[in-house]
């Protein structure tokens, strides 16, 4: 490739705990003794990211991807990790960040998370202290996320997360991409009580996130006036969902809904029960699930999936001009036979709305681009999102319906509804709201 119109020296930044720039630590040895062209080109082969060709940077700038690419979770996460990954080169091939007339390329540094959250935690550190990241992509499951939290609060760091998740969190140094409960759970719950009834039995994986979401449904059902008529959870990545099944039998023997909020591949086995087992929407069954897309519905099966739902802010079928353009990009990166998700755009989306911060802000310091996240917006394949004073997303709702060919029929559009990531379903947060530009120690949670 060629490197840049004019020689220019890689500034080293001092080791401190948030990123800076590059590290001198990194760049050492033979690196540092190359031409900004060399270094670049060995730094992009070393990430397993193919330089674009024919374009000249005046620096570079490094990003983390951390994600499970193994274990139970890389069913789901991988999709979200090729997005990231596929937005960075995107803004490398227009010229990288144009930071104050400096053309700066993104180097992104993956990481394994390993479905392992203390594994999470070491990456995470890893990153920051050894490869001296800008920030970090990444992150599925809540209980990744949680783990991230101190590592992200001891280095002042930023976490860019893509998944919808239980809400109940509004942290100074994550921006969170996916739907909050009011953005999902809420608008799922209003459909299913008008078209499928109110008789509702609870199945999730045994973590943070399946716990607390089954919490705000209880209270949601009570305000509805539905019945939950059962409840149970699987250890993270199990597959012994027979006495699931049973359960389920007994207490819907008529027909009823099933709320899914298993996550990773415990989806395999749990749908092809119900299939075998004939609790399906020909035998009067509505599955609703909230962590299952179209990557997931593809692993599993459609054949065991059909006529069940899903409530996200995007499906891959989505006729716009920027949806059709991300599909249509990622299966020409990753494969023909490869079908976006909801999860994929808001981990698409989120970089671009990094880059955009960093851009307006003139740097990828980790404050200055904090400050100018919020009021950042992206026209992207969910349509226009933008980052609010509590870090979230305004995000249409649409509920989807499984095909037989692994797509999602859109049943119901929601319109786009603003995020509240303190429920007031439940007691303990009601009325609580987040607010990061209001100048107050309790800015991430206060009454009123």
């Known amino acids: 490739m060629s490197p840049t119109s004019r020689p220019t020296r890689l500034r080293a930044s001092p080791r401190r705990g948030r990123a800076r720039g590059p590290s001198p630590a990194y760049a ?6 190359l031409g900004l062209a060399a270094l670049l080109t060995a730094l992009f082969t070393a990430c397993s990211e193919p330089a674009p060709e024919g374009l000249r940077y005046d620096d570079f700038v490094r990003v983390g991807v951390l994600h499970s690419r193994t274990g139970t979770m890389a069913i789901s996460e991988n999709t979200a990790a090729e997005a990231e990954l596929m937005a960075i080169r995107e803004i490398n091939e227009a010229g990288g960040l144009d930071l104050g007339g400096r053309r700066v390329a993104i180097v992104a540094v993956e990481e394994d998370g390993a479905s392992d959250w203390p594994t999470f935690a070491r990456k995470a550190d890893q990153l920051i202290e050894r490869d001296r ?24 760091h ?10 109940q969190e509004c942290s100074r140094q994550v921006f969170y991409a996916g739907a909050t409960p009011n953005q999902q759970i809420g608008p799922a719950l209003d459909w299913l009580s008008e078209s499928h009834g109110r008789r509702w039995f609870l199945v999730g994986s045994d973590y943070v996130y399946p716990r607390t979401a089954n919490a705000i449904i209880r209270a949601e059902a ?13 250890p993270l990545g199990s597959r012994a969902v027979g006495p699931v099944v049973d359960a389920l039998r007994a207490a819907l023997p008529e027909g009823g809904v099933v709320l899914n909020t298993l996550n990773g591949d415990s989806n395999f086995a749990f749908f092809q029960a119900l299939a075998a087992a004939g609790l399906d929407a020909e035998h009067g069954y509505a599955v609703m ?13 459609p054949e065991s999936m059909a006529g069940s739902y899903a409530v996200w802010n995007f499906f891959h079928g989505v006729d ?4 059709r353009a991300f599909a249509d990009a990622f299966a020409e990166s990753r494969g023909l036979h490869r079908i976006t998700s909801a999860p994929a755009a808001a981990a698409y989306s989120m970089v671009h709305l990094w880059a955009r911060a960093a851009e307006r802000a003139g740097t990828t310091d980790v404050d200055a681009v904090r400050a100018a996240l919020v009021g950042t917006a992206f026209e992207g394949p969910a349509g226009r999102v933008e980052f609010g004073p509590n870090h979230h997303l305004s995000q249409a709702a649409l509920v989807g319906e499984v095909q037989p060919d692994g797509t999602f029929a859109v049943r119901a559009d929601f319109g786009v509804i603003a995020p509240r990531p303190w429920s007031p379903a439940l007691p303990e947060s009601r009325g609580d709201r987040c607010d990061w530009t209001l100048d107050r120690p309790d800015a991430g949670r206060f009454r009123g």
Do not use: M, N
């Open 28 to 33: 050492a040895a033979p690196l540092c003794a």
């Open 133 to 156: 990241v800008a920030a970090l992509f990444g992150g599925w499951t809540s209980a990744s996320r949680k783990a991230l939290l101190p590592v992200l609060e001891a280095h002042d």
């Open 158 to 167: 930023l976490l860019f997360y893509p998944i919808q998740y239980e809400g």
């Open 320 to 323: 716009t001009p920027a949806a």
């Open 222 to 234: 009570e305000a509805r006036g539905a019945e939950i008529v059962g409840e149970t959870y699987l």
């Open 289 to 301: 699930s909230f962590s299952i897309a179209e990557e997931e519905v593809a692993a599993i099966g």
